[in-house]
């Protein structure tokens, strides 16, 4: 148990690879470590919309299957950068595979840029650079990483405390920015108030209002046949 009890009230965001069954476990075994010392956890694939099930939904509704994936993938990005930039006090990021995820190396630069504590895991021997991961991508965690899943709730802590300031509200963040986060907030509400009967009828029907395509302003996207 780490020596640290984390404030229940302070939620991780998790970033990292989650294509294949063996990533995915070792997420869930990090967001674990996190739960298992009194935090609360963000873990998109888990925690956020299911792609397959919404997308059908979508499909069944009209929408050809291309044009839906397209909208509904600015659905999960606002809904991500919502998570990072609003709920969640920290992040944990794993750096593991042959070169880090695209996607997670995103989230970190957005939380670093926000002045959220970031702790980064790593232990995969396999870098890019010489025995060395980018610069670019360490220098966002003062060029440390941790290798031992078990440490991470400990490290996390130390970095929380460590933070120089709190992070800018929505209203003080760059417009792009405050959009993604609002739309976000609107799907995280949906997330919230779904029932089992409701299905993702309520999450397709936000993910429509907000991303769908209008003959008003997108004149080159077609509305649902």
């Given at each position: 148990m780490p020596s640290n009890?984390?404030?229940?009230?302070?939620?991780?965001y998790c970033a990292g690879p989650l294509f294949n069954g063996a990533e995915r476990d070792?997420?869930?075994?990090?967001?674990?470590?996190?739960?298992?010392?009194?935090y609360r956890v963000?873990?998109?694939?888990?925690?956020?919309?299911?792609?397959?099930?919404?997308?059908?939904?979508?499909?069944?509704?009209?929408?050809?299957?291309?044009?839906?994936?397209?909208?509904?993938?600015?659905?999960i990005f606002a809904l991500d950068v919502y998570?990072?930039?609003?709920?969640?006090?920290?992040?944990?990021?794993?750096?593991?595979?042959?070169?880090?995820?695209?996607?997670?190396?995103?989230?970190?630069?957005?939380?670093?840029?926000?002045?959220?504590?970031?702790?980064?895991?790593?232990?995969?021997v396999r870098s890019l650079i010489a025995g060395r991961v980018n610069p670019l991508l360490v220098g966002l965690v003062d060029f440390q990483t941790i290798d031992n899943i078990d440490d991470i709730p400990d490290a996390i802590s130390t970095a929380i405390v460590a933070g120089e300031s709190l992070p800018p509200s929505i209203d003080e963040m760059p417009a792009k920015l405050q959009q993604a986060s609002r739309d976000g907030a609107r799907l995280w509400?949906?997330?919230?108030?779904?029932?089992?009967?409701?299905?993702?009828?309520l999450l397709a029907d936000?993910?429509?209002?907000?991303?769908?395509?209008?003959?008003?302003?997108?004149?080159?996207?077609?509305?649902?046949?």
């Amino acid at each position: 148990m780490p020596s640290n009890i984390a404030d229940a009230a302070q939620q991780i965001y998790c970033a990292g690879p989650l294509f294949n069954g063996a990533e995915r476990d070792e997420m869930a075994a990090i967001a674990d470590a996190l739960t298992d010392a009194g935090y609360r956890v963000y873990l998109p694939h888990r925690d956020g919309m299911e792609f397959r099930l919404v997308h059908r939904t979508l499909i069944e509704r009209g929408w050809e299957a291309p044009q839906a994936a397209e909208f509904l993938h600015a659905a999960i990005f606002a809904l991500d950068v919502y998570q990072l930039a609003v709920e969640c006090d920290a992040v944990i990021w794993n750096l593991n595979g042959r070169v880090p995820d695209e996607g997670a190396v995103s989230e970190a630069a957005i939380a670093w840029t926000l002045g959220k504590p970031i702790v980064a895991y790593q232990d995969d021997v396999r870098s890019l650079i010489a025995g060395r991961v980018n610069p670019l991508l360490v220098g966002l965690v003062d060029f440390q990483t941790i290798d031992n899943i078990d440490d991470i709730p400990d490290a996390i802590s130390t970095a929380i405390v460590a933070g120089e300031s709190l992070p800018p509200s929505i209203d003080e963040m760059p417009a792009k920015l405050q959009q993604a986060s609002r739309d976000g907030a609107r799907l995280w509400q949906a997330i919230g108030n779904r029932s089992a009967q409701q299905n993702d009828e309520l999450l397709a029907d936000v993910v429509t209002e907000l991303f769908a395509p209008t003959r008003a302003t997108d004149t080159k996207s077609a509305s649902p046949i």
